[in-house]
């Protein structure tokens, strides 16, 4: 027994004596290796917050509402460039992203568009039907053959073009009557950044077998949102189309 305890102490010896690094050199390389390991952490925190300011910084100056000047957004990321020397002076004036006016004799700034989410109220106010046979007969030359149904899909368009839209879904659904009159309202959120809104109606007449769509297939749009004053009422109507009479009205608030 004894003699194999001193073989296995002597192999022991021989392995340590043969490893390239001591114990000691071991621990110092674990421990340079959990430094290194800690550092690229760092720094790749430090590069994502980076790049988070970068994008807020961008989206501020896309959007017009960045604290810098309009040369620094211009400089960085390439928004609020556009120039235009006044006829009736020698200074510039500064248009932000085509959204915005600023003078640089003037310490006021409007907006074309909305530094601030809104509320729309939209009210789809009167319909008529101007054709007959909707329902494919003539029904004796009737103009109150169809079962119109009413809806509206509203855009919200940015400075830069970008637009997402909403639904009023359907504001009113009639059965063989020619006309209506009346309030039949939505209310809907208008996103910040928004400078101008297009509304689009569709009008469907219902059929047992296959719906027909009697829209124009025409959008109207309102420019400069951030112009419009809160409750000021717009008033708008389907002017192209010919199958019907159609007439709404909005304001935000």
Known sequence: ??????????TSLLLIACADESPMESVNHEIGSAEREY??????????REEQIKQREQNDCYYGTSTKSASWCCY????????VKSSSSSYYNY???????????????????LTQSKTMKFTLTYYNQLTSAWDGVSAGGSYSDGDPTISFTIYFIASGGQSNSSSTGTLLSLQDQGSWSGIASKTITVPTGTQNIKICPKVIDKDAFSNDDMSSGECYTKN????????SKVEQSDSYATKYSLKWEWYLY
């Open 76 to 83: 960085n990321y390439g928004y609020q460039c556009n120039t």
């Open 1 to 10: 027994m004894t003699r194999k305890l001193i073989l296995l102490f002597t």
């Open 39 to 48: 550092e690229d952490e760092l720094a790749q925190e430090k590069y994502e």
């Open 224 to 231: 400069n949102i951030g112009k419009l004053a809160n409750n």
């Open 95 to 113: 248009y932000y992203s085509s959204s915005s006016y600023k003078s640089s004799n003037s310490s006021t700034t409007s907006y074309n568009y």
